[in-house]
């Protein structure tokens, strides 16, 4: 199975999915959407697939903080690409993408056991 996982390097849940990752053998590649940004289009289907821009986006950040207020309320699609676009970091992470497309955020031991199907 192809896996993408989307991230920071210098993030420490990025880590975590990654050694997860390895350690359970599944073979994946890894996307620093800093150096590599990620097309409008990707992040527009990502948000659609998770249920919107609210479940994309960490709203928690710090980045997200020392946004004008004026910025935290865009109103379309390409309001919210050209923010994500500015500012990389406000995409949760890790982004975990599968061959079949399907995207999913965050990582925890549980909810990738349940996507791998892992029984350990």
Avoid at 61 to 81: A, H, I, N
Avoid at 88 to 101: E, F, I, N
Wanted: hydrophobic letters at 35%; one cysteine or more.
């Amino acid at each position: 199975m192809s896996v993408t996982v989307y991230g920071l390097d210098n993030c420490d849940t990025c880590r975590k999915a990654r050694n997860w990752l390895k350690r359970f053998e599944v073979e994946h590649t890894f996307v620093d959407y800093r150096a590599q940004r990620v097309p409008a289009e990707t992040l527009k289907a990502w948000a659609g697939q998770l249920g919107g821009w609210e479940k994309l986006v960490n709203k928690a950040s710090t980045t997200w903080r020392q946004l004008p207020e004026g910025r935290k309320s865009p109103g379309s699609d390409p309001e919210w690409t050209l923010l994500l676009k500015e500012h990389p970091a406000l995409v949760k992470r890790p982004v975990l993408v599968t061959a079949d497309g399907t995207v999913s955020v965050g990582f925890t031991d549980n909810a990738y056991k349940l996507r791998f199907g892992i029984k350990k």
